[in-house]
């Protein structure tokens, strides 16, 4: 059973009364408050890119940017898993998830009075519509509709400059087990505009688990770490015979947040992902207009080099 403290109960009692006293299809005003949890990062990052910063009420705690948010935004779950208690202190209006690990959450949820709205983010093309989404529901439209141009628009230029020449790439989201992304995630979009071949791109998944003979057999000769160190890669039986670990292209040391969550910064990930596929030659002239917020990644095996973003 759900238990809920007094004082919560007060506040929700007024929220009510509120409610009540407005009239009957009363419609909302454009400049209206409404207060909104977020349980996704990508979510939470959205909602304050739109100019919607004042409507968060709480977060997940896997929510880590804009910084000002894990400072002065209470947690209220975690990544799809409300805090029923914490998240009825918040007050909110309106629950935001992109996916739901308990879908019986949703009935406790509304339960409380509380709105929930399910927002896709599992491939790039989703994230303009995720923004223009939360802008309708937020009254944030216009914000919205300018952030989600320019996105779109990025994208289709990147898709524009997307090298031929592609590069057999693993991307290796866990090591034990082994997990990696497949066609139908972000992860495979992002390689690809890199200028990448996802060695899993060819499963018509998101995330699976791959066998270790399936990664030797395809040889990737870069290999793209989300946990894990290059040199403990280089260790496994086996994958000394792997292009990417006897050239040095075991890719390490990135920014988590930036290259897994599905929100604004996204395509700034692109940048990265293409150092990551340069050749030693590459590195000496490489530049590109995108790099531009100092994202640094390691290559580690088999001599140490540092690999910085040009200016």
């Known amino acids: 059973m759900l238990k809920v403290s007094t004082k919560t109960l007060w506040r929700w009692a007024g929220l009510w009364l509120v409610a009540l006293a407005l009239p009957p299809g009363a ?19 959205i909602i304050c890119a739109i100019g919607a910063r004042d409507c968060l009420v709480g977060r997940s705690s896997a929510c880590h940017f804009p910084p000002e948010v894990v400072q002065h935004v209470p947690v209220a779950g975690n990544f799809g898993i409300p805090a029923l208690e914490a998240l009825a202190n918040c007050t909110p209006a309106l629950v935001v998830t992109v996916d739901l690990e308990d879908q019986n959450a949703v009935q406790a949820i509304e339960h409380l009075g509380i709105r929930h709205a399910s927002i896709p983010c599992r491939s790039l093309d989703d994230i303009p519509r995720a923004m223009r989404t939360l802008g ?22 990147l ?11 693993f991307i290796e989201i866990w090591g034990d087990p082994l997990m990696t992304a497949g066609k139908k995630s972000f992860l495979n979009d992002l390689v690809e505009l890199a200028g ?13 688990q791959i066998s270790t003979e399936t ?6 000769e870069v290999i793209i770490l989300l946990g894990g160190t290059a ?3 280089a260790k496994r039986t086996g994958w000394q015979q792997i292009t990417a670990v006897k050239t040095g292209h075991v890719c390490g040391g990135l920014d988590g947040d930036l290259l897994e969550v599905p929100g604004p910064r996204i395509l700034e990930a692109v940048a990265v992902l293409r150092r990551c596929l340069l050749t030693a030659e590459d ?14 990644g390691g290559f580690i095996d088999p001599a140490p080099r540092e690999v910085s973003p040009s200016p």
């Open 159 to 169: 898709r524009k400059r997307t090298p031929v020449t592609r590069r057999r790439v």
């Open 136 to 157: 309708a529901l937020l009254h944030r439209e216009a914000g919205a509709e300018q952030l989600a141009s320019e996105f779109a628009q990025t994208l289709a230029d």
């Open 231 to 233: 040199s403990a890669v």
């Open 283 to 296: 590195m000496e002239r490489a530049t590109h207009p995108f790099i531009d917020r100092g994202q640094r």
């Open 215 to 220: 990664v030797l057999a395809r040889d990737p």
């Open 27 to 45: 419609p909302a005003a454009t400049n209206e408050v409404v207060r909104v949890v977020s349980l996704a990062p990508c979510l939470t990052e």
């Open 196 to 208: 990448g071949a996802n060695i899993a791109g060819d499963v018509a998944r998101d995330y699976f």
